[in-house]
């Protein structure tokens, strides 16, 4: 984790946000035609515990990020963890709109408190045929989050970025579909295992941010 450099967590996470080709490699969407648009919010704020200074020179491990256990019984992505967010409506005006109307009604957070730093470029998420695009944001005001609708979201939490940049937190996720195998980086929080999109786009922002500590990739385990 990068705490020598004078820059501020959030002007890595900016200079990050328009580093090219960050994160990847992702699956292809296997009917592209018919995709959806979605997008999500990843959302860093200052952990709780750390008084939010006035000259924003906080570092990577005064840092958590938002996430979210999505319910065991929906079609899509059933009981991973995810970052809020999901399909675009035709009222949204854009990506940053969908990200923070799904992040209020999924977490009950106020959209007031966040600024909104970076739209990245948009990821294919094959396994539910979406376009998904990644909205940067920085928790200027935190509000209470909770689960609000627990038939979609059984469990909202943050994260410590230190916890999560740990390397006895890190390995390499293996899932098998028939005669395909999957691999991506993963975090296991106290037993919170995060993986496949979500921890893809998190390891490959660590690294554009210069936050990443090695860790050891062959540490294979199955999801």
Known sequence: MSTQHPESARAQLLAASTSHGWAGPFPRLADPDNAHDAAVLILFG???????????????????????????????????????????????????????????????????????????????????????????????????????DHAETVEVFRVPVAQLLDPATRYTSVRRYGDLTFRSPAFDVDGTIVWGFTAMVLSGLFDAAGWTVPWDASDERPV
């Open 46 to 148: 200052v952990l709780d515990s750390i008084p939010a200074p006035v000259d924003d020179t906080v570092v990577a491990r005064d840092l958590d990020v938002l996430l979210q256990r999505r319910a065991s019984t929906l079609s899509s992505h059933p009981g991973q963890v995810s970052f809020p967010g999901g399909r675009r409506d035709p009222g949204d005006a854009d990506a940053v709109a969908t990200a923070l109307r799904e992040a209020e009604e999924e977490t009950g957070l106020d959209p007031a408190g966040v600024e909104v730093l970076a739209t990245l470029p948009e990821i294919p998420l094959a396994a539910s045929n979406h376009r998904v695009t990644p909205v940067l944001g920085w928790w200027r005001t935190p509000s209470r989050v909770a689960a609000v």
